[in-house]
């Protein structure tokens, strides 16, 4: 029988909501995200499904079960403990026996032998509430303009295409597009092109008839049909297969859909807008995109910059995810960013951008106990963030966005996708600037020393051997 325990005054996890399992140990902080479903076995074995090397943990010390976020001791050596939070606002510890799980809450802390979880609702598609809010940010000229472009394209039916590094904000401005324009009372489909295969793309963009193929019991109506009067977002078009490509080129020339099986076009009406973090005029010089089909989406192409490059927004954005988040978790009072945390938050490159801002203010909510933000609530990484590293310099803005054939964005991973923005000239920056000393250069990322060796193999570049490796 499973015993409920009052671990938080949190609202119950959103469907399809997920959860990030933040791990403090040894004063040193990771965050990994954990799947949809499953029983997950924590412990510091090799084989369990969330390891830990610490002495202090079981081989297999507890398990937690997602979604219910159900937790159980496997017989631990040095204990499983719940963070129980009372109405005054302190804190007790209880233990969990062994035979007896017990639920938790959204924001749960967890104590396994010395290592400290804590349980943080993941954010990687924000609520549409908090998506308007952050548009309200735009001190930078560059998204005031971008800001100002899209509201006089918006009411029409042109396709926008937004280009930007990952977490830049890519798919708020498609909100825009679709929540300003004669459309908003319609569906705004969001697809994640990424995902798309062949077989995908006939079978649930274009739907099917009844016994078009084994287990066809009945027609189904495609994505783009069910759209009809909507906005389409392709997201992640850059990492659309060219097969499928010609398949959705074909669709927005014609305006038309086949079904799988069917033998009569399917008229669609809906408006496209389309967002990558790729450099789509390379792609298509490489062969990898398909030329018409980006003509056809390139009806005003706008580059959004990254964080870094709009220095003016990074605080403004804090506190309003700080103020967001109190409100999420009901929290009787907003903790002040102390000056070591602003110093932090104005220095650090945020190669995840408006993202990992957001995710990195949520989680230092949850492991503040007291009135401040400190600087510790915010370092993720442990010593590589130990000595804050300098701001990423800032080049030249670029024109005012207007419709554009040549696109540019950040040079991507040679393969795969680069979510934290390693473009080739920031890693040999980072190495000129430390002298080669490849410690310290991934420090000034934020990152660790064995992420910085990766990318740089990645890249193909010379590892420096001259200077002194801490």
Request: aromatic share 4%; glycine share 8%; charged share 25%.
């Given at each position: ?17 997920r959860?990030?399992?933040v ?15 499953g ?5 510091r ?13 079981s081989?297999?010390?507890?398990a ?19 963070r129980?939070?009372h ?6 510890e ?20 010395a290592v ?5 609702p ?18 930078d ?10 509201a ?11 280009l ?11 909100e ?55 906005t ?5 078009i ?14 927005l ?22 967002a ?13 995109f ?38 999420r ?16 938050l104005?220095?650090y ?5 408006i ?10 909510l ?5 009135p401040?933000?400190e600087?510790?609530h ?12 300098r701001?990423?310099p ?5 024109e ?11 040079e991507?991973a ?12 920031r ?27 990766n990318?740089?193999?990645r ?12």
């Amino acid at each position: 029988m499973q015993e409920p325990v009052t671990t938080a005054a949190l609202p119950p996890l959103a469907t399809g909501e997920r959860v990030d399992l933040v791990c403090v140990v040894d004063g040193q902080s990771t965050a990994r995200p954990l799947p949809a479903s499953g029983r997950l076995v924590i412990g510091r074995g090799a084989e369990t499904s969330v390891c830990v090397s610490h002495r202090s943990l079981s081989r297999e010390h507890a398990a937690l079960t997602v979604p219910e976020l159900v937790l159980e001791d496997l017989g631990s050596t040095n204990g499983t403990f719940v963070r129980v939070m009372h109405a005054d606002g302190s804190t007790t510890e209880t233990r969990v026996a062994q035979g007896k799980p017990v639920t938790l809450a959204a924001g749960a802390t967890v104590r396994l032998g010395a290592v400290t979880f804590v349980l943080v609702p993941s954010f990687v598609r924000e609520a549409a509430g908090a998506s308007v809010e952050a548009e309200a940010i735009a001190l930078d000229e560059r998204m005031q303009e971008i800001h100002g472009l899209l509201a006089r394209v918006a009411p029409s039916d042109i396709p926008v295409l937004i280009l930007g590094e990952t977490g830049v904000g890519k798919e708020v401005l498609a909100e825009r597009v679709h929540n300003a324009s004669t459309r908003r009372g319609r569906p705004l489909l969001r697809l994640n092109c990424a995902a798309l295969s062949e077989q995908l793309v006939e079978a649930e963009l274009f739907g099917h008839e009844k016994g078009a193929f084994t287990g066809a019991s009945s027609a189904k109506v495609g994505l783009l049909e069910s759209a009809t009067g909507g906005t389409v977002l392709l997201d992640e078009i850059g990492d659309l297969r060219l097969d499928a490509q010609a398949k959705l080129l074909r669709a927005l020339e014609e305006g038309k859909v086949l079904r799988v099986g069917g033998v009569t076009p399917r008229p669609i009406d809906v408006r496209f807008v389309a967002a990558t973090h790729r450099d789509l005029e390379q792609s298509v010089l490489s062969g990898a995109f398909r030329r018409d089909l980006y003509f056809r989406l390139a009806g005003v192409v706008l580059r959004v910059p990254p964080l870094r490059e709009r220095p003016s927004e990074v605080l403004p954005l804090a506190r309003l995810f700080l103020r967001a988040a109190c409100a999420r978790y009901k929290r009787g009072f907003e903790p002040v960013l102390s000056e070591d945390a602003l110093a932090y938050l104005r220095a650090y490159a945020w190669p995840g951008n408006i993202r990992e801002l957001r995710h990195s203010v949520e989680r230092a909510l949850l492991l503040c106990d007291g009135p401040a933000l400190e600087r510790k609530h915010f370092d993720l990484s442990g010593p590589a963030l130990a000595s804050a590293p300098r701001p990423a310099p800032v080049t030249a803005a670029p024109e005012a966005p207007v419709a554009s054939a040549s696109p540019r964005v950040d040079e991507p991973a040679p393969t795969g996708r680069n979510p934290l923005g390693l473009t080739r000239e920031r890693i040999t920056e980072a190495l000129d600037r430390h002298a080669g000393n490849q410690t310290r250069a991934a420090k000034s990322l934020g990152i660790s020393r064995r992420t910085l060796v990766n990318w740089i193999e990645r890249y193909g570049l010379a590892r420096p051997r001259g200077a002194r490796d801490e």
